[in-house]
């Protein structure tokens, strides 16, 4: 298994933004319906299967969730750890995993690129792109289709990331470790 | 920036937004659902909690427990003249059933809704059931903003009479990744939320720690905070509920000083830790009221209330000297 790799988000958004690329030149062949299409998915349910186990939701968006993948979170989430989080930081429903957005945050931080990604807010899942291939939804701009109802927020700077960088550095007070502390003793 | 406080407009009107508005220190209660069909359990339950709180909590199946639907319960207590707090939780139906109830509720009217994720099928009494989550919390806090401010559905489709909501976020400062958290009230902040119900809070100091990293963010103004307290009834209830229900944080302090205190005398403790607690809470800036959760023992929310010096209500902390008493928290008043 690969998944290891997760730990290396700097390493991992590096491979994104060349891979991201790499694949704009063949937008002209990969197609949903084209004779490649089954080719892809087979690609990405191995490759980013064995790395994030992907679920396969067809509008990944990895490199804004810390490079873990938000499907695998029982809920579904893809805007944020629930309230369930237990006192040592893993899943409500599965009190043996570490929770995915823990982890998420946790990775996130040592992503310079894209690790700010974390406070977009993410749209409803569209359950059509199920199974599907989502480089080719990428490139061709159909995981960017939008219910005609939904408003974006991303032009709100409710928190700029200059304000959260100045702003963390202050928070000299690990809650974090010092509540994992108590929870061991 | 987009915000309740910007212009003076009433977004919803209800009894809870005048509260918060006016500077009082707002209360809310959940109210227990019951396992039946008679419309008097709801009035029952009710009735204790009207006198008190500015807001009633119908909960939305919570610890994915099987009770009375929280959009009935809101049926009755409007029919009976109370304010409720409509909770729609994710875990039970898609966006279509949603929509479509808070189209629903709102013809009703109700005019306060909380969005929340839902805790999930697995610590409930049917853990067999399927798990919807077609939304999560900050989707469904952004499409009933839409449907508030847009007048559409999130297909684009328009409604003829928009619903007037005031729309309610939860937030749990006391699970990790903790500073994660302030930054999440941040994103349901920008998805809508114009006040905020949290978890149980039984540690205050960590509670001071999150109001000063959200005060960082500069976020105090644009939401309303209501803190969740409650009574334990006993040293046991407090263990079932730090082990069994999700999210649920007491320290071992808490926990101890029951213990220590004979099985006959500890309910009247557990309110004791209560009250003391509301106290502390109401000194923390950023706080605008308490949301009162008392599971099973609804009639101790009146001598909490009482005890903690709520009734009649006072004016928030850092409201009470004359020259902020003329412009309280600036953008949250009314005549701006």
Not at chain 2, 40 to 59: F, H, K, P, Q
Request: aromatic share 8%; with cysteine; charged share 25%.
């Amino acid at each position: 298994m690969l998944r290891f790799l997760q730990n290396y988000p700097h390493f991992l958004e590096v491979v994104f933004d060349f891979f991201e690329k790499l694949i704009q030149p063949f937008g002209r062949w990969l197609n949903p319906g084209s004779v490649l299409e089954p080719a892809v998915i087979w690609i990405e349910e191995v490759g980013k299967g064995a790395v994030f186990d992907c679920r396969m939701c067809g509008q990944c968006i990895l490199h804004s969730t810390g490079m873990t993948c938000s499907m695998t979170c029982p809920k579904n989430l893809r805007n944020g750890p629930c309230g369930g989080v237990r006192t040592n930081g893993n899943c409500e429903v599965y009190p043996e995993k570490p929770c995915i957005w823990v982890q998420a945050f946790e990775r996130s931080i040592n992503m310079p690129e894209y690790g700010f990604e974390l406070m977009a807010i993410q749209p409803p899942v569209n359950r059509r792109l199920q199974g599907t291939a989502s480089w080719i939804n990428m490139l061709q701009g159909i995981d960017d289709d939008l219910p005609d109802g939904w408003v974006s927020t991303e032009e709100i700077p409710i928190v700029t990331p200059e304000v959260e960088v100045e702003v963390r550095k202050t928070w000299t007070v690990n809650a974090w470790t010092v509540n994992s502390k108590r929870e061991a003793g | 920036m987009d915000s309740k406080r910007m212009d003076g407009k009433l977004k919803a009107g209800g009894r809870l937004e005048r509260v918060l508005r006016s500077g009082r220190f707002a209360v809310t209660a959940e109210l227990n659902p019951p396992d039946s069909a008679d419309p008097e359990d709801v009035y029952r339950a009710a009735l204790v909690l009207s006198t008190v709180c500015d807001g009633i909590n119908a909960v939305d199946a919570s610890g994915a427990h099987c009770h009375m639907s929280s959009v009935a319960i809101c049926a009755l207590l409007i029919r009976a003249g109370y304010e409720p707090i409509y909770q729609v939780s994710c875990r039970d139906r898609n966006r279509i059933a949603i929509q479509g109830d808070l189209l629903g509720a709102a013809a009703m009217g109700v005019r306060n809704l909380l969005c929340i994720t839902g805790d999930d099928v697995s610590v409930g009494d049917q853990p067999e059931a399927k798990r919807v989550f077609d939304f999560d919390s900050i989707q469904l806090l952004r499409t009933a903003r839409m449907m508030r401010d847009e007048g559409v559905f999130l297909s684009g489709r328009k409604l003829t009479t928009k619903p007037r909501f005031l729309l309610g976020a939860a937030a749990n400062p006391f699970a990790p990744p903790f500073d994660w958290r302030p930054l999440r009230l941040a994103k349901k902040i920008a998805a809508g939320a114009d006040f905020i119900q949290t978890q149980y809070c039984f540690d205050v100091p960590r509670l001071r720690e999150y109001m000063k990293q959200v005060g960082d963010l500069g976020l105090l103004d644009e939401v309303y905070m209501l803190v969740g307290v409650g009574p334990l009834r006993s040293d046991r209830a407090a263990e079932y509920m730090r082990t069994k229900i999700p999210g649920v944080v007491i320290p071992d302090e808490v926990v101890e000083r029951l213990r220590k205190t004979p099985k006959n005398q500890q309910r009247e403790e557990g309110k004791r830790i209560c009250v003391e607690i509301i106290q502390q809470v109401r000194e923390i800036k950023g706080v605008d009221g308490v949301h009162v959760m008392a599971y099973r023992q609804e009639e101790l929310v009146a001598e909490i209330i009482e005890g903690a010096g709520l009734f009649p209500r006072p004016r928030k902390t850092g409201a009470s000297d004359p020259a902020s008493r003329a412009r309280p928290r600036s953008r949250n008043s009314p005549e701006e």
